[in-house]
């Protein structure tokens, strides 16, 4: 076949800022890279041109999410395969640098680029094989990212550095590819795997050679410095994912199930330990939820919020709203391996009221509502040092459950635009705090509202 721009497909989880890729192969097969658990998507692609997935590559053990792998192993009989290093328990094909795989004209030839995990593989997609084969494009998955590399730190502090070192030579050796190819990352805008913001999701090698600050890092020394300083904080599941991604998601034989629970039914799962999460928009939760019930709006990045804040070892009921997608909320708690899902309340908040259920408010504020509350900022370190209100106490959302003491009495939360304040308020509830607001909308807002000029840097 002729490779052309068509026979890519990105998948953009905009949620998780990660992309996958569907290939074409131009006989009614594809190549799929980097798929998720959820499918979704990449099986609304393939249906669209009457494809089926003959082959799955992962570029490394995620951290962020589920592999679909194994599903489309066992679903498609797709050939998975991925990097030797990885020790995977589960049928592969496992691969070493410069391996080669024909994909029956195209073919993928595998490179070693260790640093986002100590396994990683970049693929180099080809048309034909060997030494005469042109090379069409690179899946570079948490190597070479748009404008930066993907975080070392995965595996634990006591190996960020030697994998900072690996990520310097892993994108030199990448860098030597020639400048006009195609550059397709796993990670890119919104991954908390060191994309910078407003990247855009692919590149080329030529383009990273003239743009990319760590391909301009002097030395290996610089490069490592540069890498680590650009590091934030990252959810608490990626610590667990390596491992299941590694032994295999268990398949799944659909859409798993929400089902349906009572009152009463809740009410003891909360008396046992589950959790409950009220996924509804965050003006519906501010107007009545149950005691003690955590806030996390279904949207894109739910799954990031969930797998930050609850254990995966407890229950969880969901309270839901009218016209909420129950298909995105389960497939959102389970391509992070969420599967201790005990249900949605039937009927909602009505029927919780009706059922004399205790109910709890949480204000909901604009600027010019706010009076004169200590004002408690949750966004990221990066996003406070960008600009922030003068005065503000800090405390990224992720560590607020860990740091419920610190915050402010009566505070006024607020963060970009009003769902993490929501989130991160419902956490201090729990913790017993009391006569909270969140602001409605976000910093900016507030700080025009008030006549006051945002301030950069981190709090002292």
Not at 45 to 66: K, N, P, Q, S, Y
Not at 150 to 157: K, M, Q
Not at 299 to 313: C, I, K, M, V
């Amino acid at each position: 076949m002729r490779f052309a721009d068509e026979h890519l497909i990105p998948l953009v989880d905009e949620g998780l800022g990660n992309s996958a890729y569907l290939v074409d192969l131009g006989d009614g097969r594809a190549l799929a890279v980097d798929a998720s658990r959820d499918l979704r998507a990449l099986r609304a692609a393939a249906d669209r041109r009457g494809l089926t997935v003959a082959f799955a590559a992962d570029t490394h053990l995620h951290a962020d999410f589920l592999s679909g792998a194994v599903q489309l192993g066992h679903d498609d009989g797709a050939t998975v395969l991925a990097s030797a290093a990885g020790h995977r328990a589960f049928p592969h094909t496992p691969l070493a640098d410069g391996d080669e795989v024909d994909l029956g004209g195209l073919a993928l030839r595998a490179l070693a680029t260790p640093g986002h995990t100590d396994e990683h593989l970049s693929f180099l997609l080809l048309d034909g094989a060997g030494a005469g084969a042109t090379e069409l494009g690179v899946f570079t998955g948490g190597s070479l990212i748009v404008d930066s590399a993907a975080r070392p730190d995965l595996l634990g502090p006591e190996r960020t550095e030697e994998l900072a070192r690996a990520q310097y030579r892993s994108l030199r050796r990448l860098a030597t590819l020639p400048d006009h190819l195609p550059v397709w990352p796993t990670h890119g805008v919104g991954s908390f795997c060191s994309a910078p913001p407003g990247a855009a999701r692919t590149t080329t090698v030529g383009a990273q050679k003239q743009s990319n600050p760590l391909l301009a890092a002097p030395t290996e020394d610089a490069f490592v410095a540069e890498l680590l300083a650009s590091l934030g904080s990252y959810p608490a599941y990626f610590a667990r994912l390596g491992e299941l991604n590694r032994t295999g998601p268990r398949v799944l034989g659909g859409t798993p199930r929400l089902p349906l629970l009572d009152a009463a039914q809740l009410g003891r799962l909360l008396a046992s330990g589950g959790q409950v999460v009220d996924v509804r928009p965050a003006a519906d939760y501010a107007a009545g939820h149950i005691p003690g019930a955590l806030s996390i709006p279904l949207r894109g990045q739910f799954a990031t919020w969930l797998g930050w804040l609850l254990p995966d070892t407890a229950p969880l009921a969901f309270v839901t709203g009218e016209d909420q997608d129950l298909d995105e909320l389960v497939w959102q708690a389970h391509k992070i391996g969420y599967e201790r899902v005990a249900g949605r309340l039937a009927g909602g908040m009505r029927a919780w009221r009706e059922a004399e259920g205790a109910v709890a408010a949480t204000e909901f504020v604009t600027p010019e509502e706010a009076g004169q509350r200590p004002y408690l900022d949750v966004r990221q370190e990066s996003e406070f040092a960008a600009g922030h209100v003068p005065g503000a106490t800090h405390i990224e959302l992720g560590s607020l459950t860990g740091r419920a003491a610190d915050a402010p009495q009566g505070a006024l939360v607020a963060c970009g635009r009003g769902e993490r304040a929501m989130t991160a308020a419902s956490i201090l509830e729990r913790a017993g705090h009391t006569g909270l607001a969140v602001l409605r909308g976000g910093f900016a807002e507030y700080a025009a509202a008030r006549g006051v000029r945002l301030v950069e840097g981190t709090a002292v």
